[in-house]
């Protein structure tokens, strides 16, 4: 189980090494993705609040990268955190995201990225429920439900 000192130490010191990587030009990108899923995944962008495919939604599944098609969290971790986008308490995997510091917009956050694609996902915060006190806290439109 992850916990907040180790999304620290992969922000600071390296990630896991993802299971594979996924590299494409900008145009390819474009011609993937909606715009939105452009504005966020590759742009660092975030959608509005509450209005999002998964922030309510609680059906079994697993949600992969819009961009990539990687597995990122399990229906199972999923929580309504009142914060407007879903919110989950683990990865599938410790090597399936990538942590980076993030201080725009004058704040201090830790950006969730896919670790496979590099596409933005959200944000990761320590206020989350017990055990692993985590709450990523990712856009709807960066993610897929299978």
Request: aromatic content about 14%; proline content about 7%.
């Amino acid at each position: 189980m992850l916990r907040w000192k180790d999304i620290l130490y992969y922000a600071k010191y390296g990630n896991p090494e993802p299971p594979r990587h996924v590299n494409k030009t900008e145009a390819e990108w474009q011609a993937q993705l909606t715009l939105a899923q452009y504005a966020v995944l590759r742009q660092r962008g975030t959608e509005p609040p509450y209005r999002n495919a998964y922030c309510r939604s609680y059906e079994p599944g697993v949600y992969a990268c819009a961009g990539c098609g990687s597995l990122l969290f399990d229906s199972a971790t999923k929580y309504y955190a009142m914060s407007g986008w879903p919110s989950f308490t683990q990865p599938v995997a410790k090597n399936a995201l990538r942590y980076a510091f993030d201080e725009r917009h004058h704040m201090q956050r830790m950006e969730v990225c896919c670790n496979v694609c590099g596409g933005h996902l959200g944000h990761v915060f320590a206020d989350g429920p017990e055990p692993s006190g985590l709450r990523y806290c990712m856009n709807s439109v960066s993610l897929v439900r299978q």
